[in-house]
């Protein structure tokens, strides 16, 4: 999931250089709902990891 975070990050970087604003917004929101479900995931993962012990 970071992966495709990034990589939308990466989109909306080229496109913000290249002049288009809509996409590079479109690409900004949707790298940041990935990062932040990713940041969700890792931490019930980790609390999850730690109640198992």
């Known amino acids: 999931m970071l992966h495709y975070a990034l990589l939308f990050f990466v989109v909306a970087i ?3 250089v290249l002049g288009f604003g809509g ?13 932040f479900v990713f940041i969700v995931l890792a931490i019930l993962s980790l609390i999850r990891g730690l109640m198992s012990r």
Do not use: M, R
Not at 23 to 33: P, T
């Open 23 to 35: 996409i590079a917004a479109g690409a900004a929101s949707i790298a940041k709902i990935l990062f």
């Open 14 to 16: 080229i496109a913000a």
